[in-house]
């Protein structure tokens, strides 16, 4: 059975579309991100402040956000975690909707979600991640970047830094906010 999150929190997640991905080598990935200047000094167990070139690596839409990088113990502030688990965990965002089967489009009983194995309509076998969510709320994955506080409308992570994950990992990588 997949493993299931429930996010609590509003943050950006930059993760690779290979939910099986894990970098060999995390501190020299790690250390290519400090260089970039996306990853600040390391704040305390996996988080990290931003960098000095995170502004130009997140695009902020719309006016001059407000936003809060100085480290508080309330963990409201923007600040970057970096995360690995053993296995691909499924992580879903309240806003993610109810899923719908990716072959006949049927509505899934979203409380039910956690037993889906079968389209009721169609009689599909599938798993969470092989459903249809609404766009960008929901992420599959071992390994990503959460951005804590950034909100869906408030930011996107440029092409470049994208590229830049992508040329690190040889593994395309997707945004989603939970």
């Known amino acids: 059975m997949t493993q299931i999150e429930t996010t609590a929190g509003e ?52 006016c001059a956000p407000f936003l809060r990088v100085d480290p508080q113990d309330d963990l409201q502030f923007c600040h970057l975690q970096v995360f690995a688990t053993e296995e691909a965990i499924f992580r879903r965002s309240p806003q993610a909707g109810a899923p719908r089967c990716p072959q006949c489009r049927v509505a899934l009983i979203s409380n039910a979600v956690a037993d889906l194995e079968m389209c009721p309509q169609c009689h599909r076998k599938m798993a969470l991640q092989d459903c249809a969510w609404r766009a960008g709320r929901t992420v599959w994955s071992r390994f990503g970047i959460n951005i804590w506080t950034l909100q869906k409308g408030d930011a996107q992570a440029t092409d470049s830094l994208l590229d830049f994950l992508q040329r690190l990992s040889d593994v395309k990588w997707k945004t989603a906010f939970l």
């Not at 930059?14 to 894990?22: E, K």
């Not at 250390?31 to 690596?57: N, S």
């Open 11 to 62: 943050r950006m997640v930059l993760y690779p579309v290979d939910p099986y991905y894990v970098p060999e080598a995390r501190d020299t990935f790690l250390q290519a991100l400090i260089q970039r200047g996306l990853l600040g000094a390391h704040w305390r167990d996996d988080r990290y402040l931003v960098g000095q070139r995170f502004m130009q690596e997140i695009v902020f839409i719309g």
